[in-house]
């Protein structure tokens, strides 16, 4: 029988918390007492557990002493100022802002030996959605191609970017339709019918965070520090849904079968074949895989894999990651 | 002074067509009489020009000595029955299908010195959108970039596919903001808020015809016929303007300054700095030149070369090009 946890999440009423609260409840996640937190604005809603309306309350004046887990779906500056104060206190950390650099990066499907490794109480980093796509993508393929280089062009929803970038996309887009004059609020200029280079701003060498995040993040997850990938990150008019294109080059002939093979072994990735594709809405969406098509060598080229990615960026992308994550923590935990 | 020619325009009532009419009377094409063609379904309307209502007639019962010049703005089918029947007339021929596997691709900023080898009358490709913004962009980095491997991720607008491609989303998203039933028809699936992972079908080896087009162009155009060029062709839901995420492998150190100063000094280029980025419809639609943004290097690898580009396909990635060949073909024709 597992032992019930006293557990938080802060940031319950984002996309991705309010996802992560509904995905304990689905996989019977053994929870004693649910806190559900947020900053200031958002304290004082409520949101639905186990049939029971859960109020949520301001992390700011949260005892962490009164649990044992917490997973924090926020913005970096949020996990900055409260994750190391709960850590302190000596509840086991699942971030998913990306902020706490001392966290080590867990993919179940790609690492999960490290969770056995770690100090309690343990301090985690559930990956970016892009990272988690490819981590999943790439971890069955390790053994199977020589990787030397992984190069990504990621199409990322604006639903990464909270509710507020939702609801402008639909809102640009319905004033476009009406032949309204477009004042863009969120984004910087029109996100309807266009594509945005960047998400974030760059740094001095051109990168973006959400750049520099998912190599950072892919190379602890894949075990190979060293690796070379390049990336880039662009925004698309998608609500819902990531994808990527990715192309492996190794250092030997990609053996085709072999990697369909152990795709179609891997438990969450749903390959489609080549008569057919993957798109984000019409299968990733609300979906617990990571879906793969295209795959297929490089033009004149077998020592090139190329491989098209799609996967829910909020909920198999963060949401469910982090359970996942703490499902396998939870048996190492005292 | 100019000796004046007679033109023809096959498929003169399509999306790049109906540019192309225009882009002559623009730039002064010196035109004697110019003849509009179009297949059976498309003839009998008519097209302006210089102040005129030209009409557009079938272009089965046509007779090719008529012209000196024949632009084939068709689909492959219409250009594989008719060009070479032009071309056998005595006529110079620039096909923008891309079905003519004969003729030769020009681009004015990337291989110029080609027009004046051609045996006349020339018959010449007019390459896809993708590979004339590839071909313009790169072009003034050959000698400074040693180039060992090029990697594209093509986010093509549906515009490429004509107007019925436009109007399917439209009417798509319309359905959608509307909440009313989603009835994929020119699409085979939702295109509205969605990326489709392809565009066309894919042959045995897993690539389309799009993808392996632009490979061959771009080898041709830049006069590396054994490049290695990795492409992924995706549709995104953007009316006009294809983007293009490019990463250069060099053999060694891109000099970043040098690079800046390169496109900076091409006509064709509009470099944008890295506080900001072009965007397809924000800048690209109805330009004549092709932006280049996010010019950086690798994440830890001065050895590559990132790149965003954004053109307008309909009008620079095929018309202005087409036309732009014309202006230099005609000062070798006899």
């Given amino acids: 029988m597992t032992t019930k946890l006293d557990i938080a999440v802060v940031g319950a009423t984002g996309t991705v918390g309010e996802t992560l609260v509904q995905i304990l409840e689905e996989l019977a996640f053994p929870v004693a007492t649910l806190h559900l937190l947020a900053s200031m604005e ?12 859960l109020k949520v309350r301001e992390v700011d004046s949260f005892d962490f002493s009164q649990v044992k ?35 080590v990066a867990v993919v179940p499907e790609a690492n999960p030996e490290r969770l056995g490794q770690l100090p309690q109480p343990a301090l985690i980093t559930s990956p970016s959605a892009g990272a988690v796509a490819l981590a999943v993508a790439l971890a069955p393929l390790k053994g199977l191609v020589d990787i030397e280089r992984i190069q990504v062009n990621a199409c990322l929803a604006v639903s990464a970017q909270g509710r507020e970038a939702v609801s402008e996309l639909a809102r640009q887009t319905a004033e476009l339709l009406n032949a309204r004059p477009l004042e863009p609020r969120f984004f910087d200029r029109q996100m309807a019918f266009n594509l945005l280079a960047q998400v974030g701003a760059p740094d001095e060498q051109g990168h973006t965070a959400v750049e520099r995040r998912l190599v950072g993040e892919l190379r602890q997850l894949l075990g190979m520090p ?42 969450s990735i749903e390959r489609v074949e080549a008569d057919d594709y993957p798109t984000p809405v019409g299968d990733a969406v609300g979906q617990d895989v990571v879906y793969v098509g295209r795959v297929r060598h490089g033009i004149d080229e077998d020592e090139q894999l190329n491989l098209w990615l799609t996967t829910d960026n909020v909920r198999k992308g963060a949401a469910l990651n982090a359970v996942q994550v703490a499902q396998l923590l939870i048996k190492h935990m005292a």
């Fill in 42 to 53: 958002s304290a004082g809603s409520s949101v639905m557990f186990a049939s029971k309306k």
């Fill in 69 to 103: 887990l917490a997973f924090f779906a926020t913005t970096p500056a949020v996990s900055r100022s409260f994750a190391a104060k709960a850590h302190k206190a000596g509840c086991a950390v699942i971030d998913l802002s990306g902020a706490l650099h001392d966290a």
């Fill in 226 to 267: 060293a690796l070379k990938i390049s990336v880039t990150c662009i925004q698309v008019p998608v609500f819902f849904g990531d994808s990527f294109s990715v192309a492996l080059q190794s250092r030997r002939a990609v053996d085709l079968d072999a990697v369909n093979r152990a795709l179609d072994s891997a438990d």
